[in-house]
């Protein structure tokens, strides 16, 4: 029992020992984590205020757009085409697009090329290139989106059916 003590007691006294030793490492590691912890809460909340604020000017260029202030409303559709949001910038693309705000085929296909640019997953980038091709064909530029369509069909996409169709 005695010696269980003494065990006990040498235990506890080498590891006090080694921490007191050890005392700068443990608060280097400890500062690290808080400081990490910070910077993806501070992160994840940038994200959200950026996207909150996304949203706003989408629901504004929309108003705009049915109060006929086109040039307010693809203003900010462009805006937010250029900042590169997964869910918006497809959206206000589209409505650039189905409402003809914007008369400039270049300027629309820049538009274009920044949303390719966004990391979709695989069957959402070959959505943007089956809506790129069918604006191509609306402005008679067909081989250029036969080649798109042909991209989509050779990569088994689940849009494959689709793009043979539009081919036809």
Known sequence: MENENLNNQDFIEKISTFIKKKKGIFLTILILI????STLIFF????????IRISEKYIKAGIFLKNDNKNESLKLY?????????FYSLLALNNIIENNIENNSEEILKLFTIVENIKYDKNEKDLVKLKKSLYLMKMSKEKEANRLLEEIISSNSIWKEIALKIKK
Not at 34 to 37: A, R, S, T
Not at 44 to 51: A, I, L, T
Not at 79 to 84: G, N, Q, R
């Open 44 to 51: 994840d909340s940038y994200k959200e205020k950026r996207n």
């Open 78 to 86: 462009k805006e937010i085409v250029s900042s590169k949001n997964k």
């Open 34 to 37: 808080i400081v990490g912890l």
